[in-house]
């Protein structure tokens, strides 16, 4: 049979760990509490990050119109702009090491895609400049209107006028 020291030593045990506030698990009973409160926040914080993207975009959108820069509302009283068309592409030279003539200090190599020359690639000379680029290489350069000039020295890619007396 138990005595009663060893009756009151049990209880005073389980009643220090019931008080004690201090050790690893004093708050589990409150987890699912936390959690809750927790997860609320996350939301929240999601809610108002969703709506701060929202309202700036619309601000933006509605400054956009304003300035008669969006795609979708043209002006109808404005005539359309028309796109110069792109310049013709230099005079295409089939590249030799040794009779290929090409300016720059890397006159060996492409320098958009960065290859050496090998004898017998369709090459063509800037007619401004004189750089030399791969034949595929300078008219995907070319293609874009805002690129129309050498990727080397920003020369005009159209010839320059000849000289008048």
């Keep these: 049979m138990a005595t009663p020291e060893r009756a009151g030593r049990g209880n005073a045990t389980a009643t220090a760990i019931a008080t004690n506030r201090w050790g690893p698990y004093s708050g589990a009973g409150d987890f699912a509490g936390n959690m809750a409160i927790i997860l609320a926040s996350l939301l929240a914080a999601l809610a108002l990050a969703l709506a701060l ?37 230099p005079p295409l030279l089939v590249y030799s090491a040794s009779g290929t003539r090409l300016a720059g200090a890397g006159a060996h190599e492409c320098a958009i895609c960065l290859a050496e020359f090998a004898d017998g ?30 990727p080397t020295c920003r020369a005009p890619a159209a010839a320059p006028p000849p000289p008048q007396p």
């Design 53 to 89: 993207h929202a309202g700036v975009r619309c601000l933006l959108r509605r400054r956009r119109q304003r300035r008669g820069l969006d795609d979708g509302d043209e002006d109808p009283e404005k005539p359309p702009v028309a796109e110069e068309p792109a310049p013709p592409p």
């Design 121 to 150: 690639d369709a090459v063509r000379a800037m007619p401004a400049c004189a750089h030399g680029f791969h034949a595929r290489c300078i008219e995907r350069w070319l293609a874009v209107p805002a690129a129309a000039s050498c």
